[in-house]
């Protein structure tokens, strides 16, 4: 296993156009995270999965986000109608209950 | 609610210097406490952890760090520094109870690293 992968690694997109992006973790782990994380900030939770099972969601998530892990494997989460304050890292990671999160190497996302 | 604060956004040291990362966390009982290493344009990479076993925690590279439930701190120290230690470290903390342990983190702003030959 390579590890958690989150593809593309870059999007730029315009102003007003939809986005998704994609997370496979690794295999084994039943448990998802999605972050954001802005220049100079550290990284801030958005979302997690267990399995199929989206748990948690954070009032970051604004409606115009949506995240899904359908069969608990790969994840996806949408941004409708992007503005430039969406411009940011996404992160995702993954982990096994008790265990420590494994982070992707995250999708850059650019808004003009 | 959980916080964590890292005193010190930028921090320069020469080579072979010790390296001392300050971290102070704020949580009505001790959490987890972590550290993360972010190279440019990369994910984040797990240094060590604290989960409620021995204060003194040592990590990957050389680093370690001491849990002090008395002064709330979770400070990163390396005894030599080495270039390829140049990046930015993360100190976050996660809740003990429900099933987000380890996974759901709240991070620090945030402290680059510079070594100097």
């Known amino acids: 296993d390579t590890g958690v992968s989150q593809n593309p690694r870059h999007k730029i997109t315009k102003r007003g156009q939809n986005v998704t992006f994609r997370c496979d973790p690794i295999?084994?782990?039943?448990?998802l995270y999605w972050y954001r994380q802005t220049l100079g900030q550290g990284p801030e939770f958005l979302t997690y999965f267990q399995n199929e099972a989206q748990l948690e969601k954070s009032r970051l998530l604004s409606d115009r986000f949506s995240a899904e892990r359908p069969k608990g494997s790969f994840s996806t989460l949408e941004i409708q109608r992007t503005e430039q304050g969406d411009s940011a890292m996404y992160l995702c990671?993954?982990?096994?209950?008790?265990?420590?999160?494994?982070f992707g190497q995250g999708t850059r996302l650019t808004v003009v | 609610a959980q916080s964590v604060t890292q005193l010190g956004s930028h921090v320069s040291v020469s080579e072979g210097a010790l390296v001392l990362l300050r971290c102070n966390y704020s949580s009505s009982v001790p959490p987890y406490l972590f550290w993360y290493v972010q190279y440019p344009n990369q994910g984040l990479q797990l240094l060590l952890k604290?989960?409620?076993?021995?204060?003194l925690v040592k990590g990957i590279n050389g680093f370690e760090a001491e849990f002090k439930k008395s002064e709330t701190s979770f400070h990163l120290t390396k005894p030599s520094a080495h270039m390829s230690d140049a990046a930015e470290y993360f100190c976050?903390?996660?809740?003990?109870?429900?099933?987000?342990?380890?996974?759901?983190?709240?991070f620090g702003q945030g402290t680059i690293l510079t070594v100097h030959p």
């Open positions: 976050a903390v996660s809740p003990i109870s429900g099933g987000t342990s380890y996974g759901k983190l709240t």
């Open positions: 990671a993954s982990s096994t209950a008790g265990a420590e999160a494994f």
């Open positions: 604290y989960t409620s076993a021995a204060t």
């Open positions: 295999s084994e782990h039943n448990r």
